[in-house]
C-alpha cells in the first residue's frame, strides 16, 4: 500500500484491529467460562465446534464483504448477513452455556463497525429480541410489557442504538471530510498538470518569438547583403566586400543571440548596457544596413526597468525597424523613446508607404507583429499601428514601467 493510501484511510479502518480484538477476546473469555460451567447443555467438542464455527464465519465472511468495496454503503447486505449469522451462532451458544453473555461486549460493537445505520438498528432490535427470549425462556416468565428484564434489555438496546447513531455521525463526517480532501487533492493535481501545460505552451510561444526576432531577422539580413554582393559582381569588388562583411558580421551575431535564447538569457545588446544605449546600438547598426537616415530621441528621465520590459521594448525595436527596411520603402525613421510618470512609450515612426486606408487600430498582421503584441500583453502594456496614406506608419508600444 502507497504512503497516499496509507495516509487516506480513515480512522476507525486504521483501528479495525481493536474492535476485532475485542470481540475475538470476548468470544475467548466466553469460552473460558464455558468450560468452567459443569451444567453446560452440550459436550465440550460441540461447543468449540460452534464457536470456532461462529469466529471462522465472522473473519471469512467480512473479509469477503469488504473484497473490492470502497464504502461500507456500496453493498451492505454482504455484511447484514455476516452479521446476522453470528447472533445466530451467539444465540445457539448461549442456549447451551450463559458463559457467552460475555461476548456481547464485543458483539455490539461488531454491528455498527460493520453495519450502517438502518442496518445496524435492525441487527440490535433482533440482538435484543433473542436477549429477551433467552431471559425469559430460562426465568419461564411469559412476555409482558409489565416485565421489568424487558424494559431493562430495550433500554440496553436504546443506549445501544443512540450510540451507533453517534458512531455513525462521527464515521460519515470524517468520509465526507476524505473525499472533500480527496477532490481537493485531484483539483490541485489537475491545477498543477494545467499550469505545466500553459508554461509549455508560454514556454514555446517565447521561443518562437525569440527565434523570430534572432534568427529570423539576422537571416533575412544576411540574405539582402548576399544578393546586393550578388548583384555587385563582378565589377563593384568594394561594394561586395563591403555587403560581404557586414553578412558575416550578421551571421555571427545571430549565432550569439541564438546561443542567448537557448539558455533563456537577457539579449546580448542588453548586457552591460541601459535600454536608451541598446536601442541606440540596434538604430545605429540599422541605419549602417540600410542607408536610411534613422533618428533616435530619448525624452524623461530613463529609470530601471524590469528585464522583462526591456527585452520587449528591444524585440520591438527590432521588429518595427525589420519590417521598414522589407515593406515600408521609407526615406527616414523617428524613434523616440518617453518615460512618462508610470509609462514607457517606444515610438517608431517612418515616411515610407502606408497601409492604404488604414486608421488607427489595435497592431494586428503578421507573425512578428502579433509576437511583438503579445510581449506587451505579458507586460500589462499594449501595441497600436498608425497608418494614414502620404503620413507613413507609427508603431506604438506602451507599458507601465511598474508592471
Same mark, same amino acid.
Given at each position: 500500500m502507497s504512503a497516499k493510501q496509507e495516509r487516506q484511510k480513515d480512522v476507525w479502518v486504521k483501528w479495525d484491529w481493536l474492535w476485532k480484538a475485542i /470481540?475475538? %477476546?470476548? $468470544?475467548? #473469555?466466553?469460552? @473460558? +467460562?464455558?468450560?468452567?460451567?459443569d451444567e453446560r447443555k452440550a459436550p465440550i467438542w460441540a461447543v468449540l465446534l460452534l464457536t470456532g464455527s461462529m469466529l471462522l464465519w465472522h473473519w471469512g465472511g467480512l473479509k469477503l464483504a469488504y473484497r473490492k468495496l470502497d464504502v461500507l454503503d456500496d453493498h451492505p447486505i454482504f455484511s447484514f448477513i #455476516?452479521?446476522?449469522? $453470528?447472533?445466530?451462532? @451467539? /444465540?445457539?451458544?448461549?442456549? &447451551?452455556?450463559?458463559?457467552?453473555? /460475555?461476548?456481547? /461486549? =464485543?458483539?455490539?460493537g461488531q454491528v455498527f463497525r460493520h453495519l450502517p445505520l438502518r442496518y445496524g438498528v435492525i441487527a440490535v432490535l433482533i440482538l435484543t429480541g433473542c436477549i429477551i427470549y433467552e431471559q425469559l425462556a430460562n426465568a419461564g416468565a411469559p412476555l409482558s410489557l409489565t416485565n421489568p428484564i424487558i424494559w431493562m434489555f430495550l433500554l440496553t438496546a436504546l443506549g445501544a442504538i443512540v450510540l451507533g447513531v453517534w458512531i455513525t455521525a462521527i464515521i460519515g463526517q470524517s468520509t465526507r471530510r476524505r473525499q472533500? &480532501?480527496?477532490?481537493?487533492?485531484?483539483?490541485?493535481?489537475?491545477? %498543477?498538470?494545467?499550469?505545466?501545460?500553459?508554461? &509549455?505552451?508560454?514556454?514555446? !510561444?517565447?521561443?518562437?518569438?525569440? &527565434?523570430?526576432? *534572432?534568427?529570423? !531577422?539576422?537571416? *533575412?539580413?544576411?540574405v539582402m547583403h548576399l544578393e546586393v554582393a550578388d548583384? %555587385? +559582381?563582378?565589377?563593384?569588388?568594394?561594394?561586395?566586400?563591403?555587403?560581404?562583411?557586414?553578412?558575416?558580421?550578421?551571421?555571427?551575431t545571430s549565432l550569439e543571440q541564438a546561443r542567448r535564447v537557448v539558455n533563456a538569457l537577457r539579449p546580448h545588446s542588453l548586457d552591460q548596457r541601459s535600454l536608451p544605449d541598446a536601442i541606440e546600438r540596434t538604430a545605429i547598426r540599422w541605419q549602417e544596413e540600410t542607408g536610411i537616415p534613422l533618428t533616435t530621441t530619448t525624452t524623461g528621465d530613463p529609470?530601471?526597468?524590469?528585464?522583462?520590459?526591456? $527585452?520587449?521594448?528591444?524585440? %520591438?525595436?527590432?521588429?518595427?525597424?525589420?519590417?521598414?527596411?522589407?515593406?515600408? !520603402?521609407?526615406?527616414a525613421v523617428q524613434l523616440t523613446l518617453s518615460y512618462i510618470d508610470d509609462v514607457v512609450v517606444l515610438d517608431i515612426h517612418d515616411d515610407g $508607404?502606408?497601409?492604404? =486606408?488604414?486608421?488607427?487600430?489595435?497592431?494586428? =498582421? =503578421?507573425?512578428?507583429?502579433q509576437a511583438m503584441r503579445e510581449r506587451a500583453e505579458q507586460c500589462g502594456g499594449s501595441v497600436t499601428l498608425e497608418s494614414e496614406p502620404g503620413e507613413g506608419t507609427t508603431v506604438v508600444v506602451s507599458i507601465p514601467i511598474y508592471s
Amino acid at each position: 500500500m502507497s504512503a497516499k493510501q496509507e495516509r487516506q484511510k480513515d480512522v476507525w479502518v486504521k483501528w479495525d484491529w481493536l474492535w476485532k480484538a475485542i /470481540f475475538y %477476546a470476548a $468470544v475467548i #473469555v466466553s469460552t @473460558w +467460562l464455558m468450560l468452567l460451567d459443569d451444567e453446560r447443555k452440550a459436550p465440550i467438542w460441540a461447543v468449540l465446534l460452534l464457536t470456532g464455527s461462529m469466529l471462522l464465519w465472522h473473519w471469512g465472511g467480512l473479509k469477503l464483504a469488504y473484497r473490492k468495496l470502497d464504502v461500507l454503503d456500496d453493498h451492505p447486505i454482504f455484511s447484514f448477513i #455476516v452479521i446476522i449469522g $453470528v447472533i445466530v451462532f @451467539w /444465540f445457539t451458544l448461549v442456549n &447451551i452455556s450463559p458463559a457467552y453473555y /460475555f461476548t456481547l /461486549f =464485543g458483539l455490539f460493537g461488531q454491528v455498527f463497525r460493520h453495519l450502517p445505520l438502518r442496518y445496524g438498528v435492525i441487527a440490535v432490535l433482533i440482538l435484543t429480541g433473542c436477549i429477551i427470549y433467552e431471559q425469559l425462556a430460562n426465568a419461564g416468565a411469559p412476555l409482558s410489557l409489565t416485565n421489568p428484564i424487558i424494559w431493562m434489555f430495550l433500554l440496553t438496546a436504546l443506549g445501544a442504538i443512540v450510540l451507533g447513531v453517534w458512531i455513525t455521525a462521527i464515521i460519515g463526517q470524517s468520509t465526507r471530510r476524505r473525499q472533500l &480532501i480527496e477532490q481537493l487533492e485531484a483539483t490541485q493535481a489537475e491545477l %498543477a498538470a494545467a499550469e505545466r501545460r500553459a508554461g &509549455i505552451l508560454e514556454e514555446r !510561444q517565447r521561443l518562437a518569438r525569440d &527565434i523570430h526576432d *534572432t534568427l529570423a !531577422q539576422g537571416f *533575412t539580413s544576411i540574405v539582402m547583403h548576399l544578393e546586393v554582393a550578388d548583384q %555587385a +559582381l563582378p565589377d563593384d569588388l568594394d561594394t561586395l566586400q563591403k555587403h560581404l562583411d557586414r553578412a558575416r558580421e550578421t551571421a555571427r551575431t545571430s549565432l550569439e543571440q541564438a546561443r542567448r535564447v537557448v539558455n533563456a538569457l537577457r539579449p546580448h545588446s542588453l548586457d552591460q548596457r541601459s535600454l536608451p544605449d541598446a536601442i541606440e546600438r540596434t538604430a545605429i547598426r540599422w541605419q549602417e544596413e540600410t542607408g536610411i537616415p534613422l533618428t533616435t530621441t530619448t525624452t524623461g528621465d530613463p529609470v530601471p526597468l524590469h528585464p522583462d520590459i526591456e $527585452v520587449t521594448l528591444l524585440r %520591438a525595436t527590432q521588429e518595427a525597424l525589420a519590417n521598414i527596411r522589407k515593406h515600408a !520603402q521609407a526615406t527616414a525613421v523617428q524613434l523616440t523613446l518617453s518615460y512618462i510618470d508610470d509609462v514607457v512609450v517606444l515610438d517608431i515612426h517612418d515616411d515610407g $508607404v502606408a497601409f492604404a =486606408g488604414a486608421a488607427a487600430s489595435p497592431l494586428s =498582421g =503578421g507573425y512578428g507583429l502579433q509576437a511583438m503584441r503579445e510581449r506587451a500583453e505579458q507586460c500589462g502594456g499594449s501595441v497600436t499601428l498608425e497608418s494614414e496614406p502620404g503620413e507613413g506608419t507609427t508603431v506604438v508600444v506602451s507599458i507601465p514601467i511598474y508592471s
